[in-house]
């Protein structure tokens, strides 16, 4: 689907995810002084698909609404109006369902902090029915992927840095091996090699269970690294949905150099992403 096209049936077996129409909204209400609540929009009206086995990427500033959507096809927030559907069950009316087939990692990650990343990581494996004796093998391997050596890994949370417990959180994601990963800023706080770390276990995700990521990112080089179709949210609004080579191609000037997906982003919404970067989150 390129651009705004009309949307794929939400029966269709190749659907991974389905949203038509979905609006939310919140109201803000002061509570020193009385005065008219304040209604925002995160998200307005947005309409999109995305394909099994896609790397799709949402870009946009803070404020845009990345956050939200995630929210929303995780079952944490209902939306106003609109449907979402995961795999072709509704996120409102068949939540739990929905659970089963999802893993997320946000910037906000939680833990049993005075437990070990290792107790932490045994705890999510066994809810999501992993166990056997290869689990602590795997999860040995996975961390240390990520940088996290054997030595790190009895030790409690709590003495991780934050990019430290981020880690730990994209890898408990990876070793549910959930059928949709819901990736909300995951390489915020991480140093340059760790964040390639983290594409190289993305890209070995989808190659080795059939998954299908939704990677919600301001990182403009991460989402050109890592994903075949990007959206591009501004404002809540769905301002456009393609592959990176064609976002940048709608930025083109004859006569002038391949344009850059960070010129493609500001021709699209008419501003520069870094200039939004300080407003609310998203």
């Not at 086995?53 to 609404?65: K, Q, R, T, V």
């Not at 990182?219 to 959206?231: G, H, K, Q, S, V």
Request: glycine letters at 8%.
């Amino acid at each position: 689907m390129t651009m705004l096209e009309s949307l794929a049936s939400p029966a269709d077996p190749t659907i991974a995810v389905w949203v038509e129409g979905l609006t939310k909204r919140f109201v803000h209400r002061s509570l020193l002084r009385r005065s008219e609540p304040q209604v925002v929009t995160a998200l307005e009206n947005l309409t999109f698909s995305v394909e099994r086995g896609e790397i799709f990427g949402i870009l946009g500033a803070n404020g845009s609404g990345k956050s939200t959507l995630i929210r929303v096809l995780s079952t944490l927030l209902i939306p106003d109006r609109g449907t979402a559907r995961v795999f072709g069950c509704d996120v409102v009316r068949e939540a739990g369902q929905v659970k089963r087939l999802i893993n997320r990692v946000s910037v906000e990650a939680s833990f049993f902090k005075r437990l070990s990343a290792m107790e932490n990581l045994l705890y999510a494996s066994r809810l999501y029915g992993r166990h056997g004796r290869g689990l602590r093998a795997d999860i040995v391997a996975t961390l240390g992927r990520l940088g996290i050596g054997a030595d790190q890994i009895d030790q409690p949370l709590e003495e991780f840095s934050r990019g430290m417990q981020q880690k730990v959180a994209i890898a408990r994601a990876f070793l549910t091996s959930p059928i949709l990963l819901l990736l909300d800023e995951p390489t915020t706080g991480l140093d340059p090699r760790s964040k390639r770390d983290v594409q190289a276990l993305v890209h070995q995700l989808r190659a080795e269970h059939d998954a299908t990521i939704l990677l919600c990112t301001h990182d403009l080089d991460e989402a050109e690294a890592l994903c075949d179709r990007i959206a591009i949210l501004d404002r809540g609004r769905l301002v456009a949905v393609d592959t990176p080579e064609r976002l940048k191609a709608m930025a083109a000037r004859p006569g002038a150099s391949s344009p850059s997906l960070e010129e493609a982003f500001l021709a699209l919404t008419g501003h520069a992403l870094e200039a939004e970067l300080a407003g609310k989150p998203g």
